[in-house]
């Protein structure tokens, strides 16, 4: 290429070789233009920190290809979404409901019996084994799981209240909870 004062002139004659080369990288044809009006624009935009004499060509094909690089390696994270079925199956789940949980765990927390409080935490949340958290309450093991299991009751009690009053009646259920309603009804005339 022959070199000459006018920046836009020496762009303009570059983009046959510019496009063979974004070509011989991308492997696509529309890739390819895209990369090139990408290069001329950053050619373009920076125009100041070329040195006038030096290579034009060599300057946009290390610009083009620094571009296909830089967007390969962004695009290697992406997932290839065409008809955006992908990203309509992507949902966060809203944080107050969590929130809301844990002040309800709260709670029914600070309802326990304090020894029973006690032992939860430092069994649950600590997680000494029995044999510490009765050493540290000064009451023997078998005292310590008592407290725990009957902790654990009390919060499972609170926690879950009332299954009618929580999620309504269930028919199905209240059948086969009856005693022997199920049993005589699979095994007919014994």
Same mark, same amino acid.
């Given at each position: 290429m022959?070199?000459?004062?006018? !920046?836009?002139a020496?762009l +303009?004659?570059?983009i046959?070789?510019?496009?063979?080369?974004?070509?011989?990288?991308?492997?696509?044809?529309?890739?390819?233009?895209?990369l090139?009006?990408?290069?001329? =624009?950053?050619?373009?935009?920076?125009?100041e920190?070329?040195? !006038?004499g030096?290579? @034009?060509?060599?300057?946009?094909?290390? +610009?083009?290809?620094?571009?296909?690089?830089?967007?390969?390696?962004?695009?290697?994270?992406? =997932?290839?979404?065409?008809?955006?079925?992908?990203?309509?199956?992507?949902?966060? @789940?809203?944080?107050?409901?969590?929130? @809301? =949980?844990f002040?309800?765990?709260?709670? &029914?927390?600070?309802?326990?019996? !304090?020894?029973?409080?006690?032992?939860?935490?430092?069994?649950?949340?600590?997680?000494?084994?029995?044999?510490q958290?009765?050493e +540290?309450?000064?009451?023997?093991?078998?005292? @310590?799981?008592?407290?725990?299991h009957? &902790?654990?009751?009390?919060?499972?009690?609170?926690?879950?209240?009332?299954a009618?009053?929580?999620?309504g009646?269930?028919?199905?259920?209240? =059948?086969?909870?009856?005693?022997?309603?199920?049993?005589?009804r699979?095994? !007919?005339?014994?």
């Amino acid at each position: 290429m022959t070199l000459s004062s006018d !920046p836009k002139a020496e762009l +303009i004659a570059s983009i046959p070789r510019l496009r063979a080369y974004a070509m011989a990288l991308s492997g696509n044809l529309d890739r390819a233009d895209d990369l090139v009006q990408q290069t001329l =624009v950053n050619a373009w935009a920076h125009i100041e920190s070329f040195e !006038p004499g030096s290579n @034009m060509a060599a300057w946009l094909h290390t +610009i083009l290809r620094n571009e296909f690089y830089s967007e390969f390696r962004r695009r290697r994270h992406e =997932v290839p979404d065409g008809d955006g079925l992908f990203a309509a199956r992507l949902a966060t @789940m809203p944080t107050q409901e969590g929130h @809301m =949980v844990f002040l309800d765990f709260r709670e &029914a927390l600070d309802r326990l019996a !304090p020894e029973h409080r006690e032992a939860l935490v430092l069994i649950g949340a600590s997680g000494l084994s029995y044999e510490q958290a009765a050493e +540290i309450c000064g009451c023997a093991i078998g005292t @310590m799981k008592s407290r725990v299991h009957r &902790a654990r009751a009390r919060l499972t009690e609170t926690l879950m209240g009332d299954a009618d009053e929580t999620f309504g009646p269930d028919p199905v259920w209240d =059948v086969a909870a009856q005693p022997g309603s199920l049993r005589e009804r699979l095994s !007919p005339g014994d």
